[in-house]
């Protein structure tokens, strides 16, 4: 069976869908490789590479004959086109934000996976690309916060006196969030942090951040992941961190709800007793943003009492770290398929858990209960796209 890697088509987007070491694990079990020419390169593997490890060097028109199609952003509508059916595609896809894709996919008859929706379960931790990448982007946050802070984050005792640590509060305790706080700690930084999951608190103390207890409920949804809060439980947590927040150097946002917009974290008001000169990174800022105002890619100065703070909001931030995003990337989506691979063929049970999961589609048959409402379908039976 033939695995097709594309060329990612996305403005920004510098990640590949598998690296030569990858392509070589998957030759391995008994599946022929092939990626479009210079698809790599941006992320620094060139196609010499690849056909060192066994795969072939293609032009798009490939995917029409490919039996799996591995990216990282969702396929473009044309190259959706050219899918054959029965294809299998596996990607980053969010259901709830990008139904007509789904449908487009589904109008294919093809089986989509997705990453998005992969079940955190143990034995599918070798699959989790939304940790490997969430762990490049907490990482490069920081890197973005120090970069522009006007302040030292370490605490440096001069001749010219002392100049004291930076106040870093990281809000959101998945995994880009405890590396966004490992990283301001080993910068030196004093760092802070709040999760809606009480469970979190000594994760975040293994980091060397202090958790802070809003006296809130807890708002954990299945799998360890956050759920969405109700309006009231929103307010009550924005009023209790806005002291928090005004007395902060630098505020990191890293919450997500898997699939769905990212929640508001800090309103408009809440920026409005900040310190002149502090920085606000919104990592959540392609999924919606979890700060008012907050816009992918772009900076946005907010006037405050006696000056300004500037709103940073992230995009492609794992594609930043190109290198590494993908090597961590290629591992998982290899992963993904020597579950569902037996002799060199490829064939998605869609009884096991992780398959059933993942499947946004199946066999063209629109299964993810998110992806449904959002195209106004009717939910399927219990055991379906749960």
């Not at 299945?222 to 009231?232: D, K, L, N, Q, V």
């Not at 150097?249 to 508001?264: E, F, L, M, W």
């Amino acid at each position: 069976m033939l695995v097709f890697i594309p060329a990612e088509t996305r403005a920004g987007e510098r990640r590949v869908g598998l690296t030569p070491e990858g392509a070589q694990k998957l030759i391995k079990l008994g599946l022929t490789v092939s990626i479009q020419e210079g698809a790599g390169q941006a992320s620094g593997y060139h196609d010499d590479e690849y056909k060192a490890a066994g795969a072939s060097v293609a032009g798009i028109s490939a995917i029409s004959t490919a039996d799996v199609v591995a990216t990282v952003r969702p396929l473009e509508n044309d190259a959706i086109g050219q899918l054959k059916s029965g294809a299998i595609t596996i990607s980053f896809l969010s259901p709830a934000n990008d139904a007509q894709t789904v449908k487009a996919l589904a109008d294919k008859k093809v089986t989509a996976l997705s990453f998005d929706v992969l079940p955190r379960i143990s034995r599918a931790q070798s699959m989790d690309a939304l940790t490997s990448q969430a762990l490049c982007a907490g990482y490069r946050t920081v890197l973005i916060a120090a970069e522009r802070a006007p302040k030292f984050f370490p605490m440096l005792m001069t001749a010219a006196g002392t100049i004291p640590a930076a106040k870093v509060l990281v809000l959101g305790a998945g995994v880009a969030g405890l590396q966004a706080m490992a990283t301001a700690k080993r910068l030196g930084a004093i760092v802070s942090a709040y999760d809606v999951r009480a469970s979190s608190a000594d994760e975040v103390k293994s980091m060397g951040a202090t958790f802070l207890d809003l006296g809130l409920d807890e708002v954990e949804g299945s799998g360890g992941y956050a759920r969405e809060m109700t309006p009231e439980r929103a307010k009550a947590q924005q009023d209790a961190l806005k002291k928090f927040i005004s007395a902060s150097d630098v505020v990191i946002t890293t919450a997500a709800v898997p699939g769905r917009k990212a929640p508001t974290l800090i309103t408009t008001d809440m920026m409005s007793e900040m310190k002149p000169g502090a920085i606000i990174v919104d990592l959540a800022a392609e999924s919606g943003g979890n700060v008012d105002g907050s816009v992918a890619g772009e900076d946005v100065v907010v006037n405050v009492p006696g000056g300004s703070i500037t709103l940073i909001g992230c995009k492609d931030l794992a594609s930043q770290l190109a290198v590494h995003a993908s090597k961590l990337y290629a591992q998982n989506v290899v992963s993904l398929l020597t579950l569902m691979t037996a002799e060199g063929v490829v064939t998605p049970d869609e009884e096991d858990e992780v398959v059933q999961g993942s499947a946004v589609v199946f066999n063209g048959e629109i299964r993810n209960a998110m992806a449904r409402e959002a195209l106004n379908l009717p939910a399927l039976a219990t055991g379906k796209g749960e």
